[in-house]
């Protein structure tokens, strides 16, 4: 009998006639021959009123109260649909996280989840209920209530599909499907037909808040057909699959993190396991940072810069002012007025000439950009707040999404699941079930010893320069690889690239002519130098990742260079004679990790 877990967000519970149209669609799954289990939110915006609560009786609520009273808002929705698909003549039974037994960490309020007890919604189903889930909840090990983070209900909706071996995790929201870019930003918006997951897994984790970043990690890590529809009909929307039919697409999303903040610190020694002291301790925090950026020292000091959520950066600096003392350097430069904008696709891997067509239009915009860094499937800006809208804008239309058509997918009934796929799924639902169901999964650690880096030094602050060069880069013939372009607010910005070795001189000629035109201070390459890669899924939300390869890097005496992270990939540039070294070191330190 085919399983089908149904999702339905705040909006689509939001009154006692939306709870009772959202019952009927569990029902009529139900009367076709599905099991059915119901993943529930808090109604409408039932949680913002709940922090709203809290915020009026202290400044400083505690994490464990604050999960107490969050996970209210869920308990009332599953109440109320169970007697909604009671009236309607079927049974339904609701169950809290702790009665299903998602057992989680106890980082109150972003806990992760450790293991999912299915015995007793599998009895139930075979009872012929209806169960219905509360979403973004779980329970630790002394059984107090944690919650998953914002938006957590959808992590809970394809987790239980996972262990449950469902056919299909129906999300069932306010928009009928996945768009190019945020419908509600950005109008010319176009509706997708299906993305893959290390699409979806960038995007969300950047900001298309469609779904939480971490249910696309389960969707991937146990290929979980995830059906992202309205639940104001019946049309069909977006699938978030393994291989999707826009893959080929230079740019197939963009999206926008609009409260994001900036933090330079200046003057910090740069020596090897300067990286790691300073972010061990905004990891231990479990505040993700992105894209850091070094720029080449001077005097064997060095500036690095990295961005965050504007509401965590309170707590990263807090979190770093004890190492700041210890270690020399101290903040520069923090900006709470920018945001981030990012285009990801996975065809620009296999393209030349996506970033610089990307700077082209922003410069033609007028668009300035503080910060660039660029990963395989992705290449975030950093822009002022106030141009934000207009970078996205610019980006959307420059790949043409704006063109893209929706073709309805062919295959969006429930069907069973071959066995050989079930299997598959069942043997790392076992071992993850032990180890942790959210835990790190490495793919793979490579080195590439085949690149060189080109840096333009104290570039000025002029838009169109990073256009200037990729764009004259490209005409060249010369594929670029990691781009880093560290703040420009100053004199002090550099931009960073890497290019095949055997192509460095005709790039290191392009970089000097375009330093000559722009007067800017000089030239720095490296001929050789070796990428580390990691490879994995959920890599930059796991904030121990980049710490971890820091660390095994630092303790080898290994200093690094660039940085680049995503969430499918971390990438660090360190000297070339330190290559196989290196290599060795994050074996090991991710061995337990490994698939
Ligand atoms: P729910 O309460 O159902 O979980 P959310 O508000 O969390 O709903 O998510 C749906 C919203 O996500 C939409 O209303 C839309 O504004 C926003 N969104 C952001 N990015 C995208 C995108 N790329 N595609 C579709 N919707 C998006
Ligand atoms: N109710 C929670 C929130 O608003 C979880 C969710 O809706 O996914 O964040
Ligand atoms: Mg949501």
Do not use: W
């Amino acid at each position: 009998m085919p399983l089908i877990v149904q999702k339905f967000g705040g909006t689509s519970v939001a009154d006692p006639k939306k709870i009772l149209a959202a019952a009927r669609k569990a029902v009529r799954a139900h009367q076709e021959g599905s099991q059915v289990v119901v993943v529930v939110s808090a109604m409408g915006k039932n949680t913002d009123g709940l922090i709203d609560l809290a915020k009026q009786i202290t400044d400083k609520p505690a994490a464990r109260e604050m999960d107490m009273l969050l996970s209210t808002g869920e308990q009332v929705t599953i109440a109320l649909m169970a007697m909604a698909v009671d009236s309607m003549g079927y049974d339904a039974i609701s169950l809290t996280g702790g009665q299903i037994g998602i057992k989680t960490d106890s980082s109150h309020t972003k806990a992760r989840i450790h293991s999912i007890a299915t015995d007793r919604i599998k009895r139930l189903l075979d009872d012929g209920k209806i169960v219905i889930a509360a979403g973004f909840q779980g329970i630790d090990e002394e059984l107090n209530i944690t919650t998953l983070g914002r938006g957590g209900s959808d992590t809970t909706a394809v987790s239980l599909a996972a262990v449950l071996g469902a056919d299909q995790c129906e999300i069932y929201t306010d928009v009928d499907g996945i768009y190019t870019t945020d419908p509600r930003k950005l109008p010319d918006a176009k509706r997708v037909s299906q993305v893959c997951y290390d699409e979806m897994l960038e995007l969300a984790s950047l900001g298309a808040g469609v779904m939480h970043s971490r249910s696309i990690e389960f969707g991937k890590k146990f290929n979980v057909p995830i059906h992202v529809r309205s639940s104001m009909s019946d049309e069909p929307g977006s699938l978030i699959v393994d291989v999707a039919d826009t893959s080929d697409l230079p740019v197939s999303g963009v999206a926008l993190t609009r409260d994001e903040a900036l933090v330079t610190i200046v003057d910090v020694p740069d020596v090897s396991g300067t990286i790691f002291k300073l972010f061990a301790p905004i990891a231990e925090k479990k505040i993700t940072v992105d894209m850091i950026v070094q720029n080449v020292s001077a005097n064997g000091k060095t500036d690095i810069s990295f961005t965050l959520p504007t509401e965590e950066l309170a707590d990263a600096l807090e979190a770093i002012e004890e190492v700041l003392e210890t270690l020399g350097g101290r903040v520069g430069l923090k900006d709470e007025s920018v945001s981030k904008v990012s285009a990801v696709g996975l065809g620009m891997a296999q393209q030349t000439g996506v970033a610089n067509r990307m700077f082209r239009s922003l410069a033609d915009a007028g668009v300035n950009l503080q910060i660039i860094t660029t990963s395989e499937i992705k290449i975030s800006v950093l822009v002022k707040r106030d141009i934000a809208m207009e970078a996205l804008r610019t980006i959307h239309s420059e790949f043409a999404l704006d063109q893209i058509e929706y073709s309805p997918n062919a295959n969006v009934t429930t069907s069973e699941r071959s066995t050989e796929d079930a299997e598959k799924v069942v043997e790392v639902i076992n071992r993850l079930q032990q180890s942790g169901m959210e835990a790190l999964m490495i793919d793979s650690i490579s080195l590439d010893s085949t690149q060189s880096r080109i840096t333009l030094q104290k570039i000025p602050n002029q838009p169109g320069l990073a256009a200037n060069l990729f764009e004259r880069i490209a005409k060249a013939g010369v594929f670029v690889d990691m781009i880093v372009q560290s703040h420009g607010s100053d004199q002090n910005a550099d931009i960073t690239f890497t290019v095949k070795r055997d192509q460095s001189a005709i790039a290191l000629e392009v970089a000097q002519a375009i330093c000559d035109e722009a007067s800017c201070a000089g030239v720095d390459h490296k001929e050789e130098i070796a990428k580390l890669s990691v490879t994995g899924i959920g890599l930059r939300s796991h904030t121990g990742v980049a710490i971890a390869l820091f660390q095994s890097l630092a303790q080898a005496g290994i200093n690094v260079e660039m940085v680049n992270t995503s969430e499918v990939q971390v990438n660090v540039v360190v000297a070339g004679a330190d290559g196989n070294k290196g290599l060795e070191k994050l074996k090991d330190a991710f061995a337990d990790s490994l698939r």
